[in-house]
């Protein structure tokens, strides 16, 4: 049995698509709030019930378990929000882990974040880039760098954990949808009418949770390994958009020094008039975009023998998938599908490892 947290999110739904497709057995850790999702509709996963924030829920979810995908993330761009940030990220990563070690789980693979990965200009960030922590960080950066040491230090108990790093996700069954989801939707419907230069590491759903599937197979304890399709500017983004809806790029280009003094000046009546709602472009957003940081996924590559596909396809079968759901009018006009995206072959782990 394989327990996946966070199957409701965009990287947990194909995970487990993938588990099931592969012949494994799956539970799920569903909060009350998920149980109603249209993520694991229909899907012959075991649910347990809780939320990665209770040890006790989470306790009894892993037990019986001979691996876990730690995927449950609160995702946020937002200076706003830091306690639950935390919570759900660093003390719920807390909680997996050392359920994981009391029960005797197999191997650990938790979903890390690009964000909480070192760099220096001018050239591509890799594993060993550490992070610089006297800069702005959002809340979930933050976060995401106590993970890691979470991880390192059940590694060092004895644990076999592995941190699979994402980057920015687009592809299929992104039931949130995600922020790069909802730009794409925006798109479709024609109400995105502006957009600011720049360019991001951007991973198809499919290479990440094979990325997952290889570090649960070949990757080290303790170690992370850096996941990634391509590099991609915004304008070749919103190319490939422009291609799969029939809608023509937005009009207005920003300049990206304009627009991180706009996303600065909406922010707080933003925060007053909708908290609950993200800004699209909040001045975290912004600055991830400008900083136009690229990704070596060398490591991945060699050690785990990961080969990531096409943004291309990515983002088709992202839009077919809103269609199907009836989110983007049928009526849009729909290229051509590329070729899908090249699988990796099921995956089996010995010593142990392999799915009851």
């Known amino acids: ?7 409701g999110g965009h990287l947990g739904a194909n995970l487990v698509r993938r588990l099931l497709a592969d012949g494994h057995d799956v539970r799920a850790l569903v909060p009350a709030w998920e149980s109603a999702s249209q993520a694991l509709a229909g899907l012959p996963v075991e649910r347990a019930a809780g939320d990665v924030r209770d040890a ?11 691996s876990v995908f730690h995927c449950a993330a609160r995702v946020s761009t937002s200076a706003r929000g830091h306690r639950d940030t935390y919570a759900v990220n660093v003390l719920g990563t807390r909680n997996v882990l050392d359920s994981a070690r009391r029960c005797g789980v197999g191997r650990v693979v938790v979903t890390g974040s690009f964000s909480a990965t070192g760099g220096r200009p001018g050239r591509a960030s890799t594993e060993r880039d550490l992070h610089y922590p006297f800069e702005s960080h959002t809340p979930y950066t933050r976060s995401k760098v106590l993970v890691e040491h979470e991880c390192c230090k059940a590694a060092a108990q004895g644990l076999e954990v592995v941190v699979a790093v994402s980057t920015a996700i687009i592809g299929p069954h992104d039931y949130v949808p995600s922020r790069m989801g909802r730009l794409l939707l925006d798109h479709a419907h024609g109400r995105l009418t502006a957009y600011l230069p720049g360019g991001f590491e951007f991973v198809s759903v499919h290479d990440l949770v094979d990325g997952h599937l290889l570090a649960w197979r070949h990757g080290r304890p303790g170690a992370k390994y850096l996941l990634s399709t391509e590099f991609c500017t915004v304008d070749r983004m919103l190319e490939l958009y422009a291609e799969v809806t029939g809608r023509p790029k937005p009009p207005l280009r ?12 909406a922010e707080a009546p933003r925060a007053l008039l909708a908290p609950d709602r993200e800004a699209r472009f909040t001045p975290a957003a912004v600055r991830f975009l400008r900083s136009q940081r690229r990704a070596d996924c060398s490591l991945s590559r060699d050690v785990l023998g990961y080969r990531p596909t096409s943004l291309a396809s990515a983002v088709e079968q992202a839009y077919r998938c809103f269609v199907d759901r009836g989110l983007v009018e049928r009526s849009a006009r729909v290229r051509g599908a590329r070729a899908a995206p090249r699988r990796a072959p099921a995956v089996r782990t010995g010593s142990g490892r392999r799915s009851a």
């Open 1 to 7: 049995m394989i327990l996946v947290t966070g199957a």
């Open 56 to 66: 006790a829920a989470v306790e009894r979810a892993v037990k019986g378990c001979e």
């Open 254 to 265: 920003v300049p990206a020094r304009a627009m991180s003094v706009l996303a600065r000046l």
